[in-house]
């Protein structure tokens, strides 16, 4: 009976926490805060919802992403990761760079939003 009593126990702390790893928490150390492009990438938003900043998101080079079978996909972490149609953003791309918004959790990786690079 003690031992139930402990597994249930563990299940009660480690639930809430698998349940919130799908929530991206931001992490805007200030290194762009005099950036002009702050505001505009405060305000990006895909159909998940918004990207965050800057700071959450970073640059993806060439290699590591394309465009297959009519869809974009990004390698992060060594894998091929298939981007969801409501992560794009379909926006002009004011950074130029090709970026990624990832949402690692214990169920593995998914893409918040996803800016492919402009066309310049």
Not at 14 to 37: E, F
Not at 45 to 67: H, I, M, N
Not at 72 to 96: C, F, H, K, M, S
Request: neutral net charge; contains cysteine.
């Amino acid at each position: 009976m003690d031992r139930l009593k402990l597994s249930l126990r563990s299940a009660l702390l480690v639930v809430p926490l698998v349940l919130c790893g799908g929530h991206a928490l931001g992490r805007d150390d200030g290194r762009y805060a005099n950036s002009p492009l702050k505001p505009w990438f405060d305000s990006l938003r895909s159909q998940l919802g918004p990207c965050c900043s800057d700071a959450d998101g970073f640059a993806v080079a060439d290699p590591d992403w394309e465009s297959y079978n009519g869809r974009y996909r990004v390698r992060l972490d060594g894998q091929w990761i298939e981007v969801p149609d409501e992560a794009v953003i379909t926006e002009p791309n004011r950074a130029g760079r090709t970026m990624v918004w990832p949402v690692k959790t214990a169920f593995g990786i998914s893409i918040r939003c996803f800016m492919p690079g402009s066309m310049i």
